[in-house]
């Protein structure tokens, strides 16, 4: 989807009710806008439902301050004019308030951007801004002050973040990407002290190119591979819906046939994703004009060793990554569905699904289907995409539940004679 083609009123639309759906504002709170080529500024109305707005609700504000519109635009519209004052570089606003950045917000602390790479890179440096009056000037001013230094996401103090970027899919990424960052490290927090990489780790990560493929043309898709791409489609959308990963982070792929496989695309925004979009891996060489994942070289060796595995998922479910930023290990054995899917579940040092690709497939027996990279991701493999998706889902649930008993009291496995009955009863691998 092209998001430069669409009217700024449908971009705002399509973007609150992304917001809202994922539970990061309230029917009456959070706001956006954008500022076109002609110096408009689009904005979303005030004291309308963020839960049902349309194209023909949002405000325009003209150049020499006329509001055009069936309504008032929102009342904090003063701050994001402050913005587009300071930052003429910025050309979209977004203004929320998730609970997790509310979290920050009250006890005036920032959230650690250092815990997992892609936040350092998609939210950068962020700023606090002191506390000001919703939708007054003094607020603007406070707020454009922290815009002014170089912030592209600020913090509100007592109130929530505003984050401004080139385009409203740019803000929306950073916005999505830190409320999901600070999700992750409130519950590492309940389970241990997280862990943040260095300086030289996210350089290293970020120095990374894609993987130099030769390209094929594919001629021919089989209706196999055309109802493989819709299926995988249909179940990144859900994983992306129940938030299992953000817009633009988190891989699948499904076997083919031989050393032939689909995988998704890098850097392409997931609830959008269409058959077309999936890139065919054949032997050495990708479907030509596309890019897949960074994380294809590791997809290829899982399979070539793994007869068993006909599908792979690469997310960053924030419950999972709270174990991942910590120390604590992951333990299936918590209900039997869980041991049963989950089985072992290793972790493996940060860098080495790039850095040994090799070694790292080999972890995935068949008593060892998942494996969780430190302050990176979690991978799941499976005998089919649905197989993979169910695990990932129970790893998920199991992680957060663990989570949620480390307030009511230890945690207590099932014992080792029980496993023993599970795993005779289910005929798993020892």
Same mark, same amino acid.
């Given at each position: ?213 030769? /390209? @094929?043309? &594919? ?5 196999? %591979?055309? #109802? *493989?791409?819709? =299926?995988?489609?249909?179940? +990144? ?111 493996? /040092? @940060?860098? &080495? ?5 090799? %070694?790292? #497939? *080999?972890?995935? =027996?068949?008593?060892?289907? +998942? ?60």
């Amino acid at each position: 989807m092209n998001l430069d083609m669409l009217h700024p009123a449908d971009q705002l639309v399509m973007f609150m009710e992304r917001i809202y759906g994922y539970g990061m504002t309230t029917t009456s709170g959070g706001n956006l806008s954008i500022l076109d080529d002609n110096g408009d500024i689009w904005i979303t109305p005030g004291s309308i439902d963020k839960g049902s707005l349309t194209r023909d609700d949002m405000v325009r504000i003209t150049p020499d301050g006329q509001i055009i519109g069936n309504h008032k635009p929102s009342s904090e519209y003063p701050f994001h004019q402050h913005i587009y004052k300071a930052r003429p570089d910025l050309k979209a606003v977004l203004h929320a308030h998730p609970p997790a950045l509310v979290a920050f917000s009250i006890v005036r602390k920032l959230p650690h951007t250092s815990l997992i790479p892609n936040v350092k890179f998609s939210c950068g440096e962020i700023g606090i801004a002191k506390y000001g009056l919703p939708g007054s000037n003094d607020l603007g001013d406070k707020i454009a002050a922290e815009f002014m230094k170089g912030f592209n996401t600020v913090i509100l103090e007592n109130h929530g973040v505003v984050i401004g970027a080139k385009s409203m899919f740019d803000a929306f990424k950073s916005f999505e990407t830190l409320d999901f960052s600070a999700r992750l490290e409130i519950d590492a927090n309940n389970i241990g002290t997280p862990k943040a990489l260095t300086a030289e780790q996210i350089d290293w990560y970020k120095s990374r190119q894609d993987t130099s493929m030769d /390209e @094929f043309v &594919a001629h021919n898709i089989s209706s196999a %591979e055309k #109802a *493989a791409r819709r =299926e995988m489609c249909k179940l +990144i959308k859900r994983a992306y819906n129940q938030q299992l990963f953000t817009s633009t982070q988190g891989t699948f792929s499904q076997r083919i046939d031989g050393d032939s496989f689909i995988i998704t695309p890098t850097g392409s925004d997931r609830k959008y994703l269409e058959p077309e979009d999936i890139v065919k891996i054949s032997g050495d060489f990708k479907e030509m004009g596309k890019i897949p994942s960074k994380s294809v070289e590791l997809h290829k060796e899982i399979y070539k060793q793994h007869p068993h595995i006909n599908s792979i998922i690469i997310a960053h479910p924030p419950c999972i990554m709270a174990f991942a930023v910590t120390d604590e290990p992951l333990d299936s054995r918590t209900i039997p569905e869980s041991y049963i899917l989950m089985r072992k579940i290793p972790k493996l /040092e @940060f860098g &080495a699904n790039y850095m040994k690709p090799k %070694e790292t #497939a *080999a972890v995935f =027996e068949e008593n060892t289907p +998942i494996a969780i990279i430190e302050n990176d991701c979690v991978i799941v493999t499976g005998s089919d995409l649905l197989n993979a998706f169910d695990r990932l889902e129970v790893a998920e649930y199991s992680a957060k539940a663990i989570i949620a008993a480390k307030d009511l009291g230890s945690v207590v496995a099932i014992n080792d004679d029980e496993i023993s009955e599970i795993e005779d009863a289910f005929h798993l691998a020892k």
